[in-house]
Protein backbone atom coordinates (compact mmCIF):
# COMPACT_ATOMS: atom_id res chain seq x y z
CA UNK A 1 0.00 0.00 0.00
CA UNK A 2 1.49 3.29 -0.96
CA UNK A 3 1.24 5.79 2.27
CA UNK A 4 -0.78 8.78 1.65
CA UNK A 5 0.76 12.34 2.75
CA UNK A 6 -1.65 14.95 3.22
CA UNK A 7 -0.39 18.86 2.96
CA UNK A 8 -1.85 21.71 4.88
CA UNK A 9 -0.26 24.48 3.36
CA UNK A 10 -1.71 27.47 2.33
CA UNK A 11 1.52 28.80 0.04
CA UNK A 12 0.75 27.68 -3.01
CA UNK A 13 4.02 27.37 -4.23
CA UNK A 14 5.41 25.69 -0.78
CA UNK A 15 2.42 23.16 -1.54
CA UNK A 16 3.20 22.85 -5.50
CA UNK A 17 6.88 21.91 -4.43
CA UNK A 18 5.67 19.44 -1.76
CA UNK A 19 3.13 17.52 -3.69
CA UNK A 20 6.14 17.40 -6.78
CA UNK A 21 8.76 16.09 -4.27
CA UNK A 22 6.50 13.69 -2.21
CA UNK A 23 5.00 12.49 -5.49
CA UNK A 24 7.97 11.97 -7.18
CA UNK A 25 9.16 9.97 -4.27
CA UNK A 26 6.29 7.45 -4.21
CA UNK A 27 3.77 9.06 -1.84
CA UNK A 28 0.24 9.14 -2.64
CA UNK A 29 -0.57 13.28 -1.92
CA UNK A 30 -3.96 14.82 -1.33
CA UNK A 31 -3.41 18.80 -0.50
CA UNK A 32 -5.84 20.89 1.60
CA UNK A 33 -7.62 23.60 -0.51
CA UNK A 34 -10.88 24.52 1.35
CA UNK A 35 -9.12 25.34 4.84
CA UNK A 36 -12.68 25.84 6.99
CA UNK A 37 -13.01 21.54 6.56
CA UNK A 38 -9.31 20.69 7.18
CA UNK A 39 -10.25 18.21 9.72
CA UNK A 40 -13.17 17.10 8.04
CA UNK A 41 -11.25 16.28 5.09
CA UNK A 42 -8.21 14.23 7.44
CA UNK A 43 -11.18 11.97 8.43
CA UNK A 44 -12.34 11.57 4.78
CA UNK A 45 -9.04 10.67 3.53
CA UNK A 46 -7.63 9.08 5.95
CA UNK A 47 -3.91 10.02 5.24
CA UNK A 48 -0.85 7.74 6.83
CA UNK A 49 1.11 11.26 7.27
CA UNK A 50 0.26 14.73 7.80
CA UNK A 51 2.68 17.65 6.94
CA UNK A 52 1.14 20.86 8.72
CA UNK A 53 1.80 24.53 8.49
CA UNK A 54 1.60 26.53 11.44
CA UNK A 55 0.41 29.83 10.14
CA UNK A 56 -3.39 28.73 8.21
CA UNK A 57 -6.22 30.97 7.00
CA UNK A 58 -9.36 29.73 9.04
CA UNK A 59 -7.27 27.97 11.90
CA UNK A 60 -3.47 27.75 13.26
CA UNK A 61 -1.96 24.61 12.62
CA UNK A 62 -2.00 23.91 16.51
CA UNK A 63 -5.81 24.04 17.05
CA UNK A 64 -5.67 21.47 13.90
CA UNK A 65 -3.18 19.22 15.56
CA UNK A 66 -4.93 19.23 18.97
CA UNK A 67 -8.56 18.59 16.85
CA UNK A 68 -6.61 15.57 14.94
CA UNK A 69 -5.42 14.23 18.07
CA UNK A 70 -8.91 14.05 19.50
CA UNK A 71 -9.87 11.25 17.42
CA UNK A 72 -6.48 9.97 15.56
CA UNK A 73 -3.06 9.11 16.34
CA UNK A 74 -1.65 9.65 12.80
CA UNK A 75 1.82 11.04 12.54
CA UNK A 76 2.27 15.04 12.00
CA UNK A 77 5.35 16.82 10.98
CA UNK A 78 4.95 20.88 11.94
CA UNK A 79 6.49 22.37 8.60
CA UNK A 80 6.97 26.15 9.11
CA UNK A 81 8.70 29.30 9.27
CA UNK A 82 7.83 29.75 12.66
CA UNK A 83 10.86 28.84 14.27
CA UNK A 84 10.93 30.04 17.45
CA UNK A 85 11.70 27.55 20.39
CA UNK A 86 8.25 28.06 22.49
CA UNK A 87 6.64 27.43 18.65
CA UNK A 88 8.81 24.16 18.33
CA UNK A 89 7.93 23.10 22.34
CA UNK A 90 4.01 23.28 21.73
CA UNK A 91 3.79 21.16 18.97
CA UNK A 92 5.62 18.49 21.06
CA UNK A 93 2.95 19.50 23.80
CA UNK A 94 0.17 19.57 21.31
CA UNK A 95 0.92 15.52 19.72
CA UNK A 96 3.33 16.79 17.08
CA UNK A 97 5.96 13.76 16.02
CA UNK A 98 7.87 16.32 14.25
CA UNK A 99 8.76 19.78 13.46
CA UNK A 100 10.93 21.33 10.05
CA UNK A 101 11.47 25.21 9.91
CA UNK A 102 11.50 26.66 6.59
CA UNK A 103 13.13 26.53 3.83
CA UNK A 104 13.70 23.12 4.45
CA UNK A 105 16.07 20.39 3.31
CA UNK A 106 13.91 18.17 1.12
CA UNK A 107 16.68 15.10 1.47
CA UNK A 108 15.92 15.58 5.72
CA UNK A 109 12.20 16.55 5.11
CA UNK A 110 12.59 12.91 3.13
CA UNK A 111 14.34 11.26 6.21
CA UNK A 112 12.22 12.43 8.68
CA UNK A 113 8.75 11.69 6.38
CA UNK A 114 10.49 7.48 5.97
CA UNK A 115 11.49 7.67 9.78
CA UNK A 116 7.81 8.64 11.17
CA UNK A 117 6.25 5.94 8.77
CA UNK A 118 8.24 3.05 9.76
CA UNK A 119 7.94 3.72 13.09
CA UNK A 120 4.24 4.61 13.06
CA UNK A 121 3.41 1.58 10.87
CA UNK A 122 6.32 -1.26 11.28
CA UNK A 123 6.33 -3.95 8.83
CA UNK A 124 3.89 -2.32 6.93
CA UNK A 125 4.63 -4.79 3.49
CA UNK A 126 4.23 -8.02 5.41
CA UNK A 127 0.57 -9.16 6.13
CA UNK A 128 -0.09 -10.55 9.48
CA UNK A 129 1.78 -11.84 12.42
CA UNK A 130 0.55 -14.95 14.85
CA UNK A 131 1.51 -16.23 17.94
CA UNK A 132 -0.16 -19.02 19.72
CA UNK A 133 -3.30 -18.87 17.72
CA UNK A 134 -3.80 -14.95 17.52
CA UNK A 135 -3.14 -12.89 14.08
CA UNK A 136 -2.62 -9.38 14.11
CA UNK A 137 -3.34 -7.70 10.77
CA UNK A 138 -0.41 -5.52 9.53
CA UNK A 139 -2.16 -3.80 6.96
CA UNK A 140 -5.69 -3.15 9.00
CA UNK A 141 -3.83 -2.99 12.77
CA UNK A 142 -6.35 -5.74 13.99
CA UNK A 143 -6.61 -8.63 15.98
CA UNK A 144 -8.13 -11.48 15.14
CA UNK A 145 -8.82 -14.93 17.54
CA UNK A 146 -11.21 -17.59 17.03
CA UNK A 147 -13.08 -15.38 13.98
CA UNK A 148 -13.21 -12.75 16.47
CA UNK A 149 -12.01 -9.44 15.13
CA UNK A 150 -11.00 -5.82 17.54
CA UNK A 151 -9.43 -2.65 16.26
CA UNK A 152 -6.73 -1.20 17.31
CA UNK A 153 -5.12 2.01 17.62
CA UNK A 154 -1.77 3.26 16.23
CA UNK A 155 -0.18 3.03 19.97
CA UNK A 156 -2.19 -0.12 20.87
CA UNK A 157 -0.45 -1.97 17.28
CA UNK A 158 2.56 -0.65 18.06
CA UNK A 159 2.99 -2.14 21.42
CA UNK A 160 1.27 -5.67 19.83
CA UNK A 161 3.67 -5.62 16.58
CA UNK A 162 6.68 -5.04 19.62
CA UNK A 163 5.33 -8.04 21.19
CA UNK A 164 4.93 -10.38 18.79
CA UNK A 165 8.49 -9.70 17.25
CA UNK A 166 9.70 -10.37 20.83
CA UNK A 167 6.81 -13.03 21.35
CA UNK A 168 9.00 -15.51 24.52
CA UNK A 169 11.13 -12.41 25.86
CA UNK A 170 10.21 -10.07 28.13
CA UNK A 171 10.05 -6.01 26.52
CA UNK A 172 11.09 -4.23 29.49
CA UNK A 173 9.14 -1.12 29.89
CA UNK A 174 12.01 1.17 28.97
CA UNK A 175 12.42 -0.39 25.70
CA UNK A 176 8.35 -0.16 24.85
CA UNK A 177 8.33 3.45 25.79
CA UNK A 178 11.52 4.40 23.96
CA UNK A 179 9.88 2.41 20.64
CA UNK A 180 6.67 4.45 21.07
CA UNK A 181 7.50 7.57 21.86
CA UNK A 182 10.96 8.88 21.06
CA UNK A 183 11.34 11.46 23.25
CA UNK A 184 10.56 10.11 26.72
CA UNK A 185 11.22 14.00 28.36
CA UNK A 186 7.38 14.23 27.60
CA UNK A 187 6.01 10.69 28.52
CA UNK A 188 4.23 9.96 31.48
CA UNK A 189 5.09 6.58 31.82
CA UNK A 190 1.39 5.57 33.17
CA UNK A 191 0.45 6.44 29.61
CA UNK A 192 2.42 2.87 28.47
CA UNK A 193 0.02 1.12 31.55
CA UNK A 194 -3.15 2.73 30.20
CA UNK A 195 -2.07 2.01 26.37
CA UNK A 196 -1.94 -1.74 27.56
CA UNK A 197 -5.30 -2.55 29.22
CA UNK A 198 -7.07 -1.61 26.83
CA UNK A 199 -5.56 -3.77 25.03
CA UNK A 200 -6.14 -6.54 27.55
CA UNK A 201 -10.21 -5.11 27.37
CA UNK A 202 -9.84 -5.37 23.51
CA UNK A 203 -8.61 -9.05 23.52
CA UNK A 204 -11.10 -10.05 26.39
CA UNK A 205 -13.67 -8.68 23.96
CA UNK A 206 -12.12 -11.47 21.77
CA UNK A 207 -12.04 -14.21 24.06
CA UNK A 208 -8.27 -13.86 25.31
CA UNK A 209 -7.41 -13.70 28.79
CA UNK A 210 -3.63 -13.65 29.87
CA UNK A 211 -2.31 -13.05 26.61
CA UNK A 212 -0.32 -10.49 27.80
CA UNK A 213 1.67 -10.67 30.98
CA UNK A 214 3.14 -8.47 33.09
CA UNK A 215 6.68 -9.21 34.86
CA UNK A 216 6.81 -7.84 38.15
CA UNK A 217 9.63 -4.68 37.69
CA UNK A 218 10.70 -6.05 34.31
CA UNK A 219 7.79 -5.35 31.70
CA UNK A 220 5.48 -7.49 29.18
CA UNK A 221 5.51 -10.79 27.33
CA UNK A 222 3.60 -13.14 25.56
Not at 33 to 43: G, M, R
Not at 66 to 87: K, Y
Request: aromatic share 10%; with cysteine.
Amino acid sequence: MTPKILIVEDDHTIRTELETLLTGNGYDVFSVTNFSKTIQQVKTEKPQLILLDIKLPQESGFSLCSGIRSFSDVPIIFVTSCSTDMNELSSIMLGGDAFITKPYNTAILLAKIASLLKRAYPGANQEVLTYQGVTLHLDSGQIQYNGHIADLTKNEYKILFYLFKHAGSICTRADLIEYLWDNQLYVDDNALSVNVNRIREKLSSIGLTDFIKTRHRQGYTL
